[in-house]
Every structure is written in structure tokens, then in C-alpha cells.
């Protein structure tokens, strides 16, 4: 069993920050890829961010230059820095990570339980 718990969340007026975490916890065998994704009131589910086991990075660009997103790998954890947050930030963020737990064979997407973003102006 695999658990992805989100914590950071939270109201935040226009132009402040937040911080985003993510554990990924359980019976895992190996972390690869892990990412943010947000999804605000009427619209599709989209990618904030996402990092590679490695440390390689890829955003979206509504986030370019205002978002960074970082692992530990020693803990299964991914986090999402979020700076000069804006009104049009305001979503449930979601962490998913590809991983393979150690009773399985292959990697497969987990996701987490999302967490509530309100940017006010």
C-alpha cells in the first residue's frame, strides 16, 4: 500500500508564498518521476511541475520564474515552492509520483489527495 500525503496549503494574498509538500510513504521499492499538478473550479486537471529521480525539472509556464519545485529523495518527498502566488493560482493542487512498490513489478502513477490553494487579491 502506498500513501502520497499533501500538506501546505492554505490561503495567501496576492504576491506572497507558499510551500508545498509532499510524502510518498509505504511499501516503495523505488521513486522515479514526481510532479504537481492543479486543477481550478471548471477547468481540466493541468501540470504545475514535475522532477525526475535525477533532479531534472520541467514547468509549466504559467509557473516559470515563480514556482520551484525540489526532492528529497531520502525521504519520498517532493515539494513545491511557490512565490508571487496570484489570484489565478487559487486550485486543489495534486503531487503524483511514478513508483514501484516492492511487491509488484513495474512503476505505476500515484496520487495524492490534493491540497487547497486560495490566492486572494
Known amino acids: 500500500q502506498v500513501q502520497l500525503v499533501e500538506s501546505g496549503g492554505g490561503l495567501v494574498q496576492a504576491g506572497g508564498s507558499l510551500r508545498l509538500s509532499c510524502a510518498a510513504s509505504?511499501?516503495?521499492?523505488?521513486?522515479?518521476?514526481m510532479g504537481w499538478y492543479r486543477q481550478a473550479p471548471g477547468k481540466q486537471r493541468e501540470l504545475v511541475a514535475a522532477i525526475t529521480s535525477g533532479g531534472s525539472t520541467n514547468y509549466a509556464d504559467s509557473g516559470k520564474g515563480r514556482f520551484t519545485i525540489s526532492r528529497d529523495n531520502a525521504k519520498n518527498t517532493v515539494y513545491l515552492q511557490m512565490n508571487s502566488l496570484k489570484p489565478e493560482d487559487t486550485a486543489v493542487y495534486y503531487c503524483n509520483a511514478n513508483l514501484r512498490q516492492r511487491s509488484l513489478s513495474g512503476s505505476y502513477t500515484y496520487w495524492g489527495q490534493g491540497t487547497q490553494v486560495t490566492v486572494s487579491s
Open positions: 509505504g511499501s516503495i521499492f523505488s521513486v522515479n518521476a
